[in-house]
């Protein structure tokens, strides 16, 4: 049995899992957000629970990652993360074998072993939301690239004509949150109410402002879509996130792609979509799946 940690900016998911990937037990806690020190003690109080059962701890972590010296670079929206030799730390401390991968890496190797990847050899997988996680596969294997920033899809510069700054990256004008605020205010909707499934149910109602946003946002996907397409030119494209629960989602983003490739005039293929098997058990999936084959 192994104990595998999906740690996000808010919250953490935890799963006592076998090595088929099959979920024996579950839980979730707050993510620490104040120091080094207390994420682990979060850690450590479930580690304790299960210490007896496990013979190993996987981890799926946001951030830049050295995963096979089990080095953070940093951890993403977890300041207090940084130059830190994580699985060394934590193996010493919980007296097991710890290992980490970032978290849309995770998703990847989910579904490459278990989920709609897994006829595939190289693909690009995406994850739609308060940023876009990427995670690249070549001959069924993560490309990290040198400086193990490949598949960072977020900090994409969109406009050449602007200026070189964050609020022209990827991250800064196609997240799902920014999508489902637009609406909140052209709607005038109570903020604390309004989520991507909300704005959804809207969209699938009738609602053309709902409508227009969630295509506005695909539209830029499709766009990154494309241009990853010339590059990497993978057999096919993952979608996840919470979004890509949503057959709209699909519909909409293959539409906005045929455009594209209609209106390029070029002689070819619109690449394959598929979504994401997993939604929110991808990365525990993914990082036992590392954890397994480390």
């Known amino acids: 049995m192994y104990l595998v940690f999906d740690v996000g900016g808010t919250h953490s998911k935890y799963a006592l899992m076998d090595d088929k990937a099959e979920i024996k037990e579950r839980g ?3 993510t620490v957000r104040t120091n080094r020190e207390d994420f682990v003690e979060s850690l450590e109080n479930i580690v304790d629970k299960y210490k007896d059962q496990i013979s190993g701890i996987g981890l799926s972590m946001p951030g ?10 940093n ?24 290992t980490v991968e970032n978290d849309a890496r995770c998703a990847a190797l989910a ?7 897994k006829a595939y050899k190289n693909s690009v997988t995406l994850v739609l ?6 995670a690249i ?15 960072e899809l977020s900090f994409i510069l969109t406009n050449i004509m602007a200026e070189r700054k964050m609020e022209n990256s990827m991250c800064a004008i ?36 709902a409508l227009e946003e969630i295509r506005a946002y695909l539209s830029i996907i499709a766009f990154l879509i494309y241009n990853l397409n010339l590059v990497l030119n993978p057999e096919i494209f993952a979608i996840g996130g919470g979004i890509s629960r949503q057959e709209l989602t699909h519909t909409i983003l293959k539409e906005e792609l045929e455009k594209i490739y209609d209106s390029m005039g070029l002689d ?8 994401c098997k997993f939604f929110n058990d991808a990365n525990l999936i993914g990082a036992l799946y590392k954890h397994i084959k480390n």
């Open 111 to 117: 579904e490459y072993w278990q989920g709609n990847l």
């Open 129 to 134: 939301g308060t940023g876009i996680g990427g």
């Open 75 to 98: 951890g993403g929206s977890l300041s207090y993360i940084k130059n830190w030799p994580i699985v060394d730390e934590l193996s010493k401390r919980f007296g097991k074998v710890v």
């Open 137 to 151: 596969m070549i001959d069924g294997k993560i490309y990290r690239g040198s400086d193990l920033i490949a598949g």
């Open 64 to 73: 830049f990652i050295d995963s096979e010296k089990g080095f953070m670079v």
């Open 28 to 30: 979730k806690f707050d």
């Open 268 to 275: 070819l293929k619109v690449p394959k979509l598929t979504n």
């Open 174 to 209: 196609a997240s799902v949150p920014q999508m489902v605020g637009k609406v909140v205010e052209r709607l005038n909707l109570a903020k604390e109410n309004a989520n991507g499934e909300y704005v959804y149910s809207l969209a699938e109602n009738g609602d053309e402002v």
